[in-house]
């Protein structure tokens, strides 16, 4: 591997832990006197040719950043041929003699079809708050986006008590309902709505009564943002659908949700949606330490050679596996973890 150079980039949405990958990648590679080269935006730089040598001065406090330091975005130039050819033009130009893909689901994808229909060699490193790719047990990003929530759980806790109040907390996690479900057991919620588990508004409304007759005077309901009413139930008119449940951009539910509430209780209502800062600032502790052994992997997985593949989180063990397992159908919720949070339901 001496003297040779390694690409890196950064696709998708933003996520607490990249610089953590970047950096540890960046001083794997120093071990081996690897140059590592970053490219700006994701796919983008590779295809504009916009890139940033990388060495251990240039990732020097970057650990506890958030978001990265590369830039990111969702382009994707498989399929593209214009995109290709530059890309393959750029590639020769700065001599790679691999490339390290940390993306998500989107991303991975395009590493795939790089991978198989163009043989660039690549490793790939799994990021994402929402938890969702298969092949690995957890993403690096999640814990950071399940702490914001359950800080923010804890503070409308008590705003809710003191006005009596059920207070209705919006949070990400794309098709899935991790961050909801993790958000919630660990912030004491009431109702955890997800996407996995289309819900009745009859039944919220129903516990949030029953918790009022019991002299439990207020309540938090946790909504994933792509959670879905019932369809024997369905409130949303075809506008409100369209406009909360976008291809791209999700978000909305929490506040027809929050409205629907108040009309079947009489209970007054109010909804928090927590967006973007589930997803900036700083990461935890173990989002860093996850990302860094996944950086230090997968430089190792780039010295073996080891083409098409993923680090993976495997119990407490980083392992790889081959791409195909990563992309292509999304992780949903564990029922094993959907069941405990029901357990407090109501
Ligand atoms: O995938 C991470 C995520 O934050 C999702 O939870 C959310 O639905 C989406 O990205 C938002 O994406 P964008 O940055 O394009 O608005």
Known sequence: MKNQRVGILTGGGDCPGLNAVIRAVVRRAHVSEVEIVGFKNGWLGLVEDDVEPLNRDSVSGILPRGGTILGTSRFNPAGDAVSLNKLAENWKKYSLSSLIVVGGEGTLSAALEMWRSHHYPLVCVPKTIDNDIRGTDMTFGFDTAVQIVTEAIDRLHSTAESHHRVMVVEVMGRHTGWIAAYGGIAGGADVVLVPEHPFKLSHVC??????????????????????????????????????????????????????EIERCTGIETRVTKLGYVQRGGTPTPFDRVLATRFGVKAMEMTEAGEWGRMVSLQGNRIMSVPLEEAVGELKTLSEEIYGVAELFFG
């Open 206 to 259: 129903e516990r949030l009564k029953r918790r009022m007759d019991q002299g439990r005077a207020f309540s938090i309901i946790v909504v994933a943002e792509d959670a879905h009413p019932h369809p024997d139930e369905d409130f949303l008119t075809l506008e409100v659908r369209e406009s909360i449940y976008r291809h791209d951009r999700l978000g909305g539910i929490g506040t027809v949700l929050a409205e």
